[in-house]
């Protein structure tokens, strides 16, 4: 079953990341931050997102599971 989340990361990320993050979308913030948001299939799609973020060097702000 699908899960909608919103993950709030430090820094700015292109958009040509999307494919490499599981597809989700990549949206710029007025903050220098960057929130990607989209639908994963499990718990350990959204650990293996997470661990690509950390391979980035990447602040991990905060991750949320949204309604879908």
């Known amino acids: 079953m699908l899960a909608n989340y ?3 990361v430090q820094g ?3 958009a040509c990341w999307s494919e ?3 597809g989700m ?3 710029p913030l007025d903050s220098g931050d960057t929130l990607l948001s989209g ?3 499990d ?5 293996g ?3 690509r973020l950390r391979d980035m ?5 905060w991750v949320r599971q949204v309604p879908g």
């Open 6 to 8: 919103e993950i709030l």
């Open 12 to 14: 700015q990320l292109d």
């Open 20 to 22: 490499w993050l599981e």
């Open 25 to 27: 979308s990549i949206t």
């Open 39 to 41: 639908s994963l299939p």
């Open 43 to 47: 718990q350990s799609a959204l650990y």
């Open 49 to 51: 997102l997470l661990n």
């Open 57 to 61: 060097n990447l602040r991990l702000l």
